[in-house]
């Protein structure tokens, strides 16, 4: 049997999660969403990631150090 060819170039994306991350309608409308369907687990992972990408504004808004938001 020959070994299968591919595609020199197969095309592959790259994806920055956080710049989803950065964007607060799409993190709102999936928590929200995350409320309806009553899955606090993936509420909290989402919230969880969204401060993970945003702490350094959110602690500069709070007028906290990034550890302390932590």
Known sequence: M????TKKKAGVLKHDPSKSFKNRK????SLFLCLE???PDSFI???DAYL???RRE???RAKL??????
Do not use: G
Not at 2 to 5: E, M, R, T, Y
Not at 26 to 29: N, S
């Open 37 to 39: 369907e009553n899955d």
């Open 58 to 60: 959110i602690s500069r």
């Open 26 to 29: 799409e993190v709102a409308i």
């Open 65 to 70: 150090s990034r550890t302390t938001v932590q």
């Open 52 to 54: 993970d990408v945003n």
């Open 2 to 5: 020959q070994p299968a060819k």
């Open 45 to 47: 992972e989402i919230l």
